[in-house]
């Protein structure tokens, strides 16, 4: 069993292409790419719910690491994209967590809900008016016969 496995990886490291992909400098980025991944996806979410401490270490955890993908011997493409883009998405988020709370964007947010509720209000009062208006009428009919 132990032969046919060693057989097995001297097959796999001497072809390039398989060597790379069962190496770490393949799967670590890789699955490392679901932060990234998230932070995208959270740049659509309210800016509310962003960690201002969090996302200053993602950016410092990401820069540390783009670098460090580097400076490693063979260099790691695949982890600095990977930084790169988690860099990119975090700036991001930086910057709409510091227009929220910082900037006047939470002020804003708040006043348009106000408006906004305000604007519905009025909008159920008409109709509670006018509903009211009909019943009186309807009452005022059946009275009058």
Not at 58 to 66: A, E, K, R, W
Not at 90 to 115: C, I, V
Request: glycine fraction near 8%; proline fraction near 3%.
């Amino acid at each position: 069993m132990a032969v046919a496995i060693k057989a097995l990886n001297a097959k796999i490291r001497s072809n390039p292409t398989l060597d790379y992909f069962c190496s770490t400098h393949f799967w670590g980025p890789a699955s490392n790419f679901g932060i990234p991944i998230a932070a995208v996806m959270d740049t659509q979410k309210d800016p509310d719910i962003i960690s201002g401490k969090m996302t200053a270490a993602l950016l410092l955890y990401s820069s540390t690491f783009m670098r460090y993908s580097l400076a490693v011997t063979p260099k790691n493409y695949l982890l600095f994209a990977m930084h790169f883009v988690n860099f990119g998405a975090q700036t991001t988020q930086g910057y709409r967590y510091l227009q929220y709370w910082n900037f006047g964007g939470r002020e804003k947010s708040l006043e348009g809900m106000a408006k906004e509720g305000l604007s519905e209000a009025k909008k159920e009062g008409r109709e509670i008016v006018a509903d009211g208006k009909q019943m009186a009428k309807d009452v005022k009919d059946k009275v009058a016969k």
